[in-house]
């Protein structure tokens, strides 16, 4: 990014520590995976084991298959830490750096590591599903990182983390909704509770793109045409279990099926973050600035008219994940 540019974001660390690290909530105050799992300190622990067991026996396996793809996302971790440290102006120099986007960054990714955690314990607790199988998935992600093409700009790096906070907002929810429909309502809880991290991370990374509409107009509705071009991928694209070349795509279709993330989602995600960040309303562009106003604005429609003509015969795929047992995608 020119130096033009990060001085933008240098500009920006009065701001960030005044209006994005109060969405960082204190460690006293977060809740924690242990929370919501059986204590293996307590003499109860064996029971409440048995518990979570039998209500896992009523969830379906292919919600399973979504479930474990959304902890693998999570637990690619590294990844994600990795991607905001390469924005231009904002990425941690030294690990400890004391600025406000590298306080930030540490404090997101510190919340964030609640998330693979919970669901990590849970699903090692359900007896539903391969745990080797998921952890070699795990480990062969984390190998691959990820290739979202934000290059090092925190324009493209912020469009990319609000419009991923809200799809990750947006599916934990539903598998919260999904699992409460099963009878399990602890389930949906953990589900739940980890929306509601993803809901506030989301204001934070929204405010931010809001802040840089606001002093660089053009540049940041470019950045979002030019993200929006490139289509937003998923964080986990590059999954794979050692046998399935298709794994993120056999994963997806079932999360579309199932409505746990859908081509739907990703209209609306767009459509509310057009809205959010007033784009129709932006004055004073430049023409490639009209442009790419245009092209954003009119998108989710696009979106929607394409997924609509999008129909698929049934198929049938095994996951590793669950014993090799097959899905329909
Ligand atoms: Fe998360
Ligand atoms: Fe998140």
């Not at 396996?61 to 830490?81: H, N």
């Not at 602890?186 to 793109?209: F, M, N, P």
């Amino acid at each position: 990014m020119p130096p033009e540019k990060i001085e933008i974001f240098k500009n920006l660390e009065g701001w960030a520590e005044q209006n994005i690290l109060v969405h960082l909530k204190a460690v006293e105050k977060c809740w924690q995976p242990q929370d919501f799992l059986p204590d293996p300190a307590s003499d109860g622990f064996h029971d409440q084991v048995m518990e979570l067991r039998e209500r896992a026996k009523e969830i379906p396996d292919d919600y399973f298959v979504v479930l474990v793809g959304d902890m693998i996302t999570e637990e690619a971790l590294p990844t994600y830490q990795t991607l905001l440290n390469n924005g231009d102006g904002v990425r941690d120099e030294t690990a400890a750096s004391l600025t406000s986007w590298a306080k930030w960054i540490r404090g997101w990714t510190a919340e964030e590591n609640r998330h693979g955690d919970l669901l990590n314990k849970y699903l090692y607790l359900c007896g539903r599903v391969d745990m080797r199988q998921i952890e070699k998935t795990i480990q062969y992600l984390i190998g691959s990182g990820m290739d979202p093409r934000t290059e090092n700009s925190p324009y493209l790096g912020f469009i990319y983390t609000s419009f991923q906070e809200r799809a990750t907002f947006i599916s934990h929810g539903n598998t919260a909704r999904h699992a409460k429909e099963y009878g399990d309502s602890k389930l949906a809880q953990i589900c739940g509770t980890i929306a509601s991290d993803e809901k506030r991370h989301e204001t934070a990374y929204t405010k931010i793109v809001e802040k840089l509409f606001e002093i660089d107009p053009d540049a940041t509705v470019l950045a979002l045409a030019d993200m929006m071009r490139k289509k937003i991928t998923m964080p986990a694209h590059l999954m794979y279990n050692g046998r399935d070349d298709n794994l993120f795509d056999h994963f997806s279709s079932v999360a579309q099926r199932l409505g746990v993330y859908t081509a739907k989602d990703y209209a609306d995600i767009l459509e509310f973050l057009v809205g959010r960040w007033k784009v129709e309303d932006k004055t004073g562009l430049s023409s490639e600035g009209r442009k790419a106003q245009d092209y954003v604005c009119g998108l989710p429609q696009r979106i929607r008219r394409l997924a609509l003509g999008r129909a698929k015969k049934p198929q049938y795929v095994p996951f590793s994940w669950i014993f090799d047992k097959e899905v329909k995608l």
